[in-house]
Every structure is written in structure tokens, then in C-alpha cells.
């Protein structure tokens, strides 16, 4: 939920703890935000390489009406269609564009050569022939990431998409944007956590209600979503993880996309991967790497064989809505539309996913409401929401942390001998650095995100939550004029985000963010797919329409989270 004062929405009844079909106990509020490349991390090379550079175009799709009545149906579980996803091949052909546009956006890419997806193209040529075709001039650029050096090719130019095709590409990328170096995950090492306790599996066991034990024999897939600079998962480092919490043997069991980059950050991908793997042990935990953002990622999803599509996905990154096109300095990744356009089409991917049986559950931001535009809340006091958190067609996770006494009962992690802090339960706020809603001891080293989407409208399933937020008015709500109170709010639910115990190249370290909070929801959500499997029944999918459902029929099955303030960023 989103509430008051100062700059950003924050402190109010809305946000929520959920104990779900005995399994899931979490919260209604938001993930490590991605950092843009500096341009200075990058040298231009005196001569561009002659291999060939791969790019996306973005058709337009067809029957958009059709697919939200459809998945409005499949998502909904008063419905006697809920559940009954849709095949690759069902999605490909009732989406695909129109022959004729293919055949003019091909013929316009020519002499690129281009496999037709569906409703986007997935192309290649070498750089004379980009030139030619978006009447620029690429460089090629270098840049050292650990002990590797490397070399992207992008247009320096402007691009220009051709006339004859603009009204049939949505937009171009992979072209103009350097690789992307994220934002790690606040992480402190040592023995000991900074404000003497640690959150473990066993925490969020016993503070959210979660069944003890493995899955049993029908384990459903779970994946974690990574992205370049940031996809480095190491297999030893869970193996000490699931020892030092007890948990047996937990193993990573696919990699898709990309292999796994050595040179990259690691702390952003062990976290996920230890508390997706934590919160469902028995399901099999599957990689996905991608090297471009959001919308690479979906299409990549939405795109697989239908074997190879887990049920869930976890995605612990996010950027201002205002910056999907302009967010490196000097560079797009969506020529030919803007913020609106990339995210729009964006959306239809993550649309596709519900109704393939995917659920995507993503992180709101670290950074608060205002974001990390203005960290100071100075300059402009308008709230920065972000992306894909405030995309209506996912479950976007906020973060809380414990405040007041905190149980240690029913701990059993074999590290919690050695560490002494481990947590079990305790009174939840929202996770925030403000000096004025948590005291040194408490404080986290994030704020949860949070807020209203400026350009996707409020979806219909949460109407009645945010109205009922949006008439606390004054002393809660901020001032309408800062947000876009028509648009989709954010986040939907919410977990633990500070003090995390993780493996690190080895060695023990705490970390803080919502990107904790997020692969944790994902976990449980797989866990209750697994449960559906063994009775029978499909996964959830969409999770929204659900969890809101739940909320207005069983209130009392919610915990409100009404202290606390994202008004505040890291920097705060």
C-alpha cells in the first residue's frame, strides 16, 4: 500500500499479509532496481568488428481484445474457464501479425535476415548493412567486467526506422544500448547481521505460515530471471546454503539463455536463487539469463516450448517508468516508440505468459516511492514509479522488516548455532531507512517501492483496494497531485527484505532489498502449484485476480501493515 507524507506514498492499511491455503502468509506493498551502464565504463574502438550483430523488431499483435478477455476468464477463479491455459501455438496464432506487415517489415530489413516469431522478428546482419537500413553509423565500444573484456557494437547515431514499416514495428532494440551493469543488492558480510538478528528459511517458515518440508512427488518448475552483469549463480555456493540451514540438497537443475558469466556480480542471482530453492524445496529450480531487458526476457518465455516454461518466475529488477527508452545516457533500447510504447507492447508478453500458466512476480524497487531520480526527495517531489512493478499483468512483491521483539522459537538451522541472531517471528513495518519510522537499531538499508503507475490504468481486480486506499485521504494519502491515482498501484503483496543470510563466494553476508522479498513469494506461489499438481488441478497462472478475490472474501486471512513509510530512498 502506498501512504503518507513527505514525498512519496507511503505509510497506511493496505498493505497486507496473506495466509493462503495453509501456505502462503504474505503482504500487499516492493526490488533491486537496475543501475544504467555509465558511459564512461565504456571506450570506443577505432575500428567495429565485421561479425554480425543480432536485433528485435516488435510487431504489432493482433486480437489484443480477445487476449484480455481471455485471460481475464483463465485468470479468474469464479470462472468455469479458470485455469485452462493456452499452448504456445494457441498464443502464437492468436496473436501473430498480419502477413502482409511481416512481409513488408522483412522486406524493409533486407538484406538483415529475420525468423518470423509471430508477432516480432528476431534478426541479424552485419554493421554496413544496418547502416543502410537505419541510415546511421554503429561504433564498436569496450568495456572490462571483472577479468573479461567486453565488446558491444551499437548505433551512435540516431536510428531511423524505415518509412514504409513505421506504422507496422511497435520498435527496434538491441541496437542501440550498451550491456547493462546492475545494481547489486545491499550486502554486508561477516558473522553477524547489522542489527542483531537474521532472517534464515526457518523465518520465513515460521512467519509466514509455511508447511514444513519438501514437495513431494509433484514438484512443478520455478525459475529466477537474470540479466546481464548480474548472471552468476554459483552451485557450490547453494550446496554450503542449503547445509548451513538444514535444508539437505538443493541444486540448480536448467540454465536457459546465455551461460552464466564468470566476470558478473554474483550477490543479486545467489540471493535468489537461495530463497526461491528455500521456499519450496523439492521443486526444480531453473536459470534464465537474458541479455536484453524486459521485453527480451518475456518474448524469450513466452516463446519456449511448453516443457521448457516454468511455472513461476522471479525477477528482482526494475527502472523508472520514464526511462525504458532513455535510461543509459546517449542511448535507447526502443527505437521508434517511447516509454509508453515499449511498455505497452511489453505488457502483451507478460499478458501471453498468464495465459500460458506462468505466474511473474517482480520486485517494486529499493529506492521508495520517489525513486533514485532524486534521492533526496529535493528537486521534485513527484513520485517515479517503476517498471515492470507497475505493470498490471504481475505480482509485484514490496518489503518489510521485523520492529520490536522478535521470537527465536522454532528455529533449527544448523547456522543459527554459529550466528546467534537467526529470527523466527515478529511485529512487521514497512521496510524503510527513515530516521522517523525506525530507530538506528531497526532501520533497514532500503525503502520498499511503491506507488501508481502513469501509464497503465488501474486493472479492475484492485478497484475496490485502491479506492478504499485513495479515501484515507490527508495524514495517508499524499498529495494527488505527486501520483497518478488512476493508474495501476503497486505492489500487491509483500515479505521480509532486510537482514538476509546468504552464501557468498563461500563466506556468510546479509542482505537487504526487496529483491529478497520477491524470490520468496515466488517460491511459495510454486509451492501451492505444486500442491494444485498433486490434487489434480493446474497452477494458478495470473496471480492478481486470486489474491484480490481472497482479500475482499476473507480480510481477516490478511495481516495490514499500517506503519512504516517509502518515502524515503537508500541514499534517504
Known amino acids: 500500500n502506498l501512504g503518507a507524507g513527505g514525498c512519496t506514498p507511503a505509510q497506511s492499511a493496505g498493505l497486507f499479509l496473506?495466509?493462503?491455503?495453509?501456505?502462503?502468509?504474505?503482504?500487499?506493498l516492493s526490488s533491486i532496481q537496475v543501475a544504467r551502464a555509465a558511459s564512461v565504463e565504456w571506450e570506443r574502438l577505432a575500428t567495429t568488428p565485421a561479425a554480425h550483430v543480432s536485433f528485435t523488431v516488435a510487431l504489432r499483435p493482433s486480437?489484443?481484445?480477445?487476449?484480455?478477455?481471455?485471460?481475464?476468464?483463465?485468470?479468474?477463479?469464479?470462472?468455469?474457464k479458470y485455469g485452462s491455459f493456452l499452448t504456445r501455438a494457441q498464443v502464437a496464432r492468436l496473436t501473430a501479425t498480419d502477413n502482409d506487415a511481416v512481409k513488408r517489415v522483412t522486406a524493409a530489413m533486407a538484406p538483415a535476415?529475420?525468423?518470423?516469431?509471430?508477432?516480432?522478428?528476431?534478426?541479424?546482419?552485419?554493421?554496413?548493412?544496418?547502416?543502410?537500413?537505419?541510415?546511421?553509423?554503429?561504433?564498436?565500444?569496450?568495456?572490462?567486467?571483472?577479468?573479461?573484456?567486453?565488446?558491444?557494437?551499437?548505433?551512435?547515431?540516431?536510428?531511423?526506422?524505415?518509412?514504409?514499416?513505421?506504422?507496422?514495428?511497435?520498435?527496434?532494440?538491441?541496437?542501440?544500448?550498451?550491456?547493462?551493469?546492475?545494481?547489486?543488492?545491499?550486502?554486508?558480510?561477516?558473522?553477524?547481521?547489522d542489527d542483531g538478528h537474521c532472517v534464515t528459511p526457518d523465518t520465513i517458515r515460521l512467519t509466514y505460515n509455511v508447511t514444513d518440508g519438501p514437495i513431494g512427488a509433484y514438484p512443478v518448475t520455478q525459475a529466477v530471471g537474470e540479466f546481464s552483469g548480474a548472471?552468476?549463480?554459483?552451485?557450490?555456493?547453494?550446496?554450503?546454503?542449503?547445509?548451513?540451514?538444514?535444508?539437505?540438497?538443493?541444486?540448480?537443475?536448467?540454465?536457459?539463455?546465455?551461460?552464466?558469466?564468470?566476470?558478473?556480480?554474483?550477490?543479486?542471482?545467489?540471493?535468489?536463487i537461495q530463497y526461491m530453492a528455500s521456499s519450496a524445496v523439492g521443486n526444480d529450480n531453473w536459470v534464465w539469463n537474458s541479455d536484453g531487458w524486459m521485453f527480451a526476457l518475456a518474448t524469450n518465455l513466452s516463446g519456449a516450448a511448453d516443457a521448457d516454461r516454468p511455472s513461476v518466475v522471479s525477477l528482482s529488477y526494475a527502472w523508472n517508468e520514464d526511462e525504458q527508452c532513455h535510461g543509459l545516457p546517449g542511448n535507447a533500447n526502443c527505437t521508434?516508440?517511447?516509454?509508453?510504447?515499449?511498455?505497452?507492447?511489453?505488457?502483451?508478453?507478460?499478458?501471453?505468459?498468464?495465459?500460458?500458466?506462468t505466474t511473474v512476480?517482480?520486485?517494486?524497487?529499493?529506492?521508495?516511492?520517489?525513486?533514485?531520480?532524486?534521492?533526496?526527495?529535493?528537486?521534485?517531489?513527484?513520485?517515479?514509479?517503476?517498471?515492470p512493478a507497475a505493470s498490471p499483468y504481475v505480482t509485484t512483491v514490496g518489503g518489510t522488516q521485523f520492529s520490536g521483539p522478535i521470537s527465536t522459537a522454532g528455529i533449527t538451522s544448523p547456522i543459527c548455532k554459529t550466528l546467534g541472531n537467526c529470527a523466527g517471528s515478529g511485529k512487521e513495518v514497512v521496510a524503510s531507512t527513515d530516521r522517523r519510522v525506525a530507530s538506528p537499531a531497526e532501520r533497514a538499508?532500503?525503502?520498499?517501492?511503491g506507488g501508481f503507475s502513469n501509464y497503465s490504468p488501474a486493472p479492475s481486480f484492485q478497484a475496490d483496494a485502491v479506492s478504499a486506499y485513495l479515501k484515507q485521504g490527508g495524514g495517508v494519502v499524499p498529495d494527488t497531485a505527486l501520483f497518478n491515482a488512476?493508474?495501476?498501484?503497486?505492489?500487491?503483496?509483500?515479505?521480509?527484505?532486510?537482514?538476509?543470510?546468504?552464501?557468498?563466494?563461500?563466506?556468510?553476508?546479509?542482505?537487504?532489498?526487496?529483491?529478497?522479498?520477491?524470490?520468496?513469494?515466488?517460491?511459495?506461489?510454486?509451492?501451492?502449484?505444486?500442491?494444485?499438481k498433486a490434487a489434480g488441478r493446474p497452477n494458478v497462472g495470473f496471480f492478481n485476480p486470486l489474491l484480490y478475490k481472497v482479500f475482499a472474501s476473507s480480510p481477516d486471512a490478511f495481516q495490514d501493515v499500517t506503519e512504516g513509510s517509502t518515502r524515503c530512498t537508500e541514499s534517504g
Not at 481484445?65 to 470462472?79: T, Y
Not at 542449503?242 to 543479486?268: C, Q, V, Y
Request: net charge neutral.
Open 18 to 28: 496473506v495466509n493462503m491455503f495453509g501456505l502462503l502468509h504474505a503482504c500487499l
Open 63 to 80: 486480437n489484443l481484445g480477445e487476449v484480455d478477455r481471455l485471460l481475464a476468464a483463465i485468470s479468474d477463479p469464479d470462472s468455469p
Open 113 to 193: 535476415k529475420c525468423a518470423n516469431q509471430g508477432d516480432w522478428l528476431a534478426c541479424s546482419a552485419r554493421v554496413p548493412e544496418l547502416e543502410r537500413i537505419f541510415r546511421c553509423h554503429f561504433a564498436a565500444f569496450s568495456s572490462r567486467h571483472g577479468n573479461v573484456d567486453v565488446v558491444a557494437v551499437v548505433a551512435e547515431t540516431p536510428l531511423s526506422v524505415p518509412a514504409v514499416v513505421r506504422d507496422d514495428v511497435a520498435f527496434v532494440s538491441g541496437l542501440t544500448e550498451l550491456p547493462v551493469r546492475h545494481k547489486r543488492p545491499t550486502v554486508y558480510a561477516g558473522g553477524e547481521a
Open 231 to 272: 548472471d552468476f549463480e554459483r552451485q557450490s555456493d547453494l550446496s554450503l546454503f542449503a547445509k548451513a540451514t538444514g535444508l539437505g540438497n538443493l541444486t540448480i537443475a536448467r540454465f536457459f539463455g546465455p551461460p552464466n558469466d564468470p566476470s558478473a556480480e554474483p550477490t543479486e542471482a545467489t540471493l535468489d
Open 336 to 357: 521508434g516508440t517511447d516509454n509508453s510504447g515499449y511498455i505497452n507492447r511489453t505488457n502483451v508478453e507478460f499478458q501471453k505468459l498468464g495465459l500460458l500458466g
Open 361 to 387: 512476480v517482480v520486485a517494486s524497487g529499493d529506492s521508495g516511492s520517489h525513486g533514485r531520480t532524486d534521492k533526496t526527495c529535493f528537486l521534485n517531489k513527484k513520485m517515479h514509479p517503476n517498471f
Open 445 to 449: 538499508r532500503v525503502t520498499s517501492g
Open 486 to 532: 488512476a493508474g495501476r498501484g503497486y505492489p500487491d503483496i509483500a515479505a521480509l527484505a532486510h537482514s538476509y543470510y546468504v552464501k557468498l563466494n563461500g563466506q556468510n553476508g546479509f542482505v537487504d532489498g526487496t529483491s529478497a522479498a520477491t524470490p520468496v513469494i515466488a517460491g511459495l506461489i510454486a509451492r501451492i502449484n505444486a500442491h494444485r
